[in-house]
């Protein structure tokens, strides 16, 4: 009898599954720890009394490999195989800094692992590898050397090619990615001097040689209209082209819903449901109704049926989490599946027949959800509104609106005072609201930017809002009542640590938090409508904005702190959002068996799912930002010179990003730039303050600057005083990359010298938005139904700066 079969706990589950069994993994990771040091691939089948057994040695070689892989194991230069819990062994993904250091994420929690410039030379943003801790570097963090790179992530990148002295090279797009790949002069596929290009790696780098690739794809011209959008799809890897499964999948399909699909589901097609998006939206994924109850109110959220058409395990399936998301682009939507069923088959629109799941909520006249079902269902929208109409209709009293929407008059005005009575209890509840911009870039002719606005928000907006959340909340509740494995939106409430800074900042303001050692949304409510009004009112939403969590999505229910619901899932854009479509799988489960019992997922894979979407979402957020940047930049390269009114939008210890008053663009004036004095930087007032003058530069002053440079490569627009003509002179290119740190540059040490420069990368035609800001913030959502996020300037480095 082998040693595993008396001492392995997973031996019967292994039995099972296999004709031949070896050890399971736990059990190979026991043994390893046990030993005093490595074990070789033979002396574990000595161990495991394999010898002899070639179909057994055979197994056990395919999961050691497969343990390597997924980094349980590390295999050493004598083919010694050691558990990654060992010698303080962590194991994590790559997240690369723009001036070349970097840091491991690791993948069960804990803080980062700092990697030097030295470690990266082997590594890429993105990664995934083992290293050993080594110690601690100066600043107190656990720094670390490479010991395996476990999974590769950049297959291709996108970047500028230069051509010089006989060496062709692509500088990366991604800000993340500081090295350059070599291309040999006989892979360029007739790619110029300074296009952008796409590049296959061929060699991945190590510690002694640079990355190889050779061209596989000319995008474009570095200024050709749409680039930027391109080029951000490219270099943040955001799947835009369907496989040619996918589009088998799809071929032939019915543009309308067959009459035997309809069977057996609640006929809604006389009820005047009404969709209510933007003018410019092409899907339709939600539609309303609402009539009075002697009690309160009927609210109908109907949602296009994606998981009718969308298979588990489904070419589509499987695009659609590989995507996770839809990503929407100044004028180009990447979608999550395929425009024939997110613009046909799963959009509602109007006079058709469309397979809906519908939430059916009474709610009182307290704005509580007293009764909900859900069902599936067959609809035909009354009427495809927009928000302005539905505002004129509504709020301005058209008489024109009105008349030529009298047949949906009567529900939308319901619908409207079922608002009132919604907006009520969320204020008793305490859900944080923020006041914050959101804006849009207007194009032209030729994709020429003519101006960039704020998004104006109206109560038809806020309608829809309110309903989604009502169908979120009950979906969350419904998913939980039935203890299914489902994805939650989850939103956290705030660490110890951040609503201790917080209480500090608060207090040189004369300002207090109730709630004690745990604030609930109701006192940061209380806290923001006690200094609305404020000249400082901006500085301090700031302030909380910076204490919050960042919304993820998870199995495990935490409720959500932002909206002060204790059940949310998102259950109203599954379109767009992998999410959804899983809330809705597990709805239609629990309403064709009754049980969660056979449903294809358990709540391990729903966590890797999760994380899945949460880390998609966040990449779908970054290219988007991105690509504004890039079009912000190209609207700015005229006005050089010119002198704008702003305000501070963030401070940090090397400078004031500032945001331009008329045109909701951001840029740097940097602290070498605030001349005849010298500046420390605050970080409890958050101000930089003048040694000599005592002139203080604070979060949301008002400021006067001139536009001194902006660089379209790097994404940079640099500011100086407007009485400041000699900075306007000598303002280079070369300024400190530390500037535009959105991960954890030494702002400490920049407040109180000045650095030295680092050399510019040549024609590096990307960087990251500058901004300051924080890892943990809410989130919003296109339907309102998350928290809202921070204004521009604080939400840009959200996701890219961990501490």
Not at 149 to 155: F, H, K, L, P, Q
Not at 167 to 190: N, S
Not at 233 to 249: D, F, K, R, T
Not at 482 to 492: G, T
Request: with cysteine; hydrophobic share 40%; glycine share 8%.
């Amino acid at each position: 009898m082998s040693q595993e079969t008396v001492s392995d706990p997973q031996a019967a589950l292994e039995a099972e599954k296999y004709e031949n069994p070896v050890a399971s993994r736990e059990f190979i990771l026991q043994l390893l720890s046990e030993q005093d040091g490595p074990l070789t691939l033979n002396r574990l089948i000595s161990h495991l009394e394999y010898d002899g057994d070639d179909e057994r040695i055979e197994g056990l070689s395919r999961r050691m490999r497969a343990m390597e892989r997924d980094g349980q194991v590390i295999r050493n230069r004598r083919g010694g195989y050691v558990p990654v819990t060992h010698a303080e062994l962590v194991r994590g993904r790559v997240l690369g800094h723009r001036d070349g250091f970097g840091f491991l994420v690791p993948d069960d929690g804990g803080d980062d692992v700092f990697l030097s410039p030295r470690v990266m030379r082997a590594l890429l943003n993105g990664d995934r590898a083992v290293v050993q801790v080594t110690g601690l570097d100066r600043r107190g963090r656990r720094e670390g050397n490479l010991v395996e790179v476990i999974e590769r992530a950049n297959a291709e990148i996108v970047g500028r090619l230069v051509l010089e002295a006989g060496i062709a090279f692509v500088v990366p797009d991604h800000a993340r990615i500081t090295q350059d790949i070599l291309v040999p002069m006989t892979d360029l596929m007739g790619a110029r001097d300074g296009q952008i290009v796409r590049v296959a790696l061929v060699e991945q780098p190590t510690l002694r040689h640079k990355p190889v690739g050779k061209v596989v794809e000319v995008l474009g011209d570095h200024m050709s209209p749409g680039m930027e959008i391109d080029v951000a799809i490219n270099s943040h890897g955001i799947p835009h082209e369907w496989p040619q499964e996918v589009l088998a999948a799809i071929d032939g399909l019915n543009p309308e819903v067959e009459e035997s699909h309809k069977s057996g589901r609640v006929d809604l097609r006389h009820m005047p449901l009404v969709t209510i998006d933007g003018a410019d939206s092409k899907d339709f994924d939600d539609a309303v109704f609402c009539q009075a109850t002697p009690d309160g109110f009927r609210l109908l959220v109907a949602i296009a049926d994606v998981s009718h058409y969308v298979h588990v395990g489904s070419a589509l399936d499987r695009e659609g989490f590989n995507r996770a998301t839809s990503v929407y682009f100044p004028g180009r939507v990447v979608p999550m599946l395929p425009e024939v069923l997110s613009n046909g088959l799963c959009s509602l629109n109007p006079d058709v027949d469309r397979l809906c799941l519908c939430a059916d909520m009474l709610i009182n006249n307290d704005g509580q959800i007293a009764k909900f079902r859900f069902f599936e269902g067959v609809m035909k929208s009354a009427a495809r509104l927009t928000y302005d109409t539905v505002a004129k209709a509504l709020i301005d009293q058209d008489a024109e609106a009105r008349a030529a929407h009298a047949h949906v008059l009567e529900p939308l005005e319901t619908l409207h005072r079922l608002y009132k009575v919604l907006r009520a209890a969320r204020e008793r509840r305490g859900a944080i609201d923020f006041d914050t911009v959101e804006t849009k870039i207007v194009f032209g002719e030729g994709r020429k930017i003519e101006a960039i606005v704020p998004y104006e928000r109206n109560d038809a907006h806020k309608i829809i809002e309110e309903c989604m959340i009502a169908a979120n909340v009950a979906a969350g509740r419904f998913v939980a009542d039935h203890k299914i494995p489902a994805l939650y939106r989850v939103h956290d409430r705030p660490t110890a640590e951040k609503i201790t800074d917080l209480r500090a900042m608060l207090a040189e303001k004369g300002l207090s938090l109730g709630g004690g050692d745990q604030p609930g949304p109701k006192d940061f409510n209380d806290l923001l409508s006690r200094v609305q009004g404020r000249p400082d009112f901006l500085t301090i939403q700031t302030m909380i904005l910076r204490s919050l969590k960042q919304a993820v999505y998870s199995p495990d229910n935490l409720g959500h702190f932002g909206l002060a619901h204790e059940f949310y899932a998102h259950f109203t854009s599954p379109i767009r959002r992998y999410p959804d479509l899983m809330v809705h799988r597990a709805i239609r489960h629990l309403l064709r068996t009754g049980a969660p019992d056979r449903f294809p997922y358990t709540h391990d894979e729903m966590v890797i799912i999760g994380e899945h979407c949460s880390n998609n979402e966040r990449r779908a957020d970054e290219a988007t930002r991105d690509a504004t940047d890039w079009l912000k930049c190209e609207f700015m390269l005229d006005k050089v010179g010119e002198v704008f009114e702003g305000r501070v939008a963030s401070v940090l210890g090397f400078g004031l990003f500032v945001e331009l008053k008329d045109f909701f663009v951001e840029g740097l004036l940097h602290i070498t730039a605030l001349t005849k004095d010298y500046y420390h930087f605050d970080p409890v007032t958050l101000s930089l303050r003048g040694e000599r003058s005592g002139r203080v530069y604070a979060l949301n002053d008002p400021i006067t600057v001139r536009v001194a440079r902006v660089d379209l490569d790097e994404r940079k627009i640099d500011f100086v005083l407007p009485d400041d003509d000699e900075a306007l002179s000598e303002t280079k290119s070369d300024a400190p990359d530390e500037a535009r740190d959105d991960h954890e540059a030494d702002e400490d040490d920049a407040a109180k010298k000045k650095r030295k420069p680092r050399r510019r990368r040549r024609k590096k035609p990307a960087g990251d938005a500058p901004a300051g800001g924080d890892d943990e913030q809410a989130d919003s959502d296109d339907d309102g139904s998350d928290t809202p996020s921070a204004p521009e300037s604080e939400s840009s480095a959200a996701e890219e700066s961990r501490k």
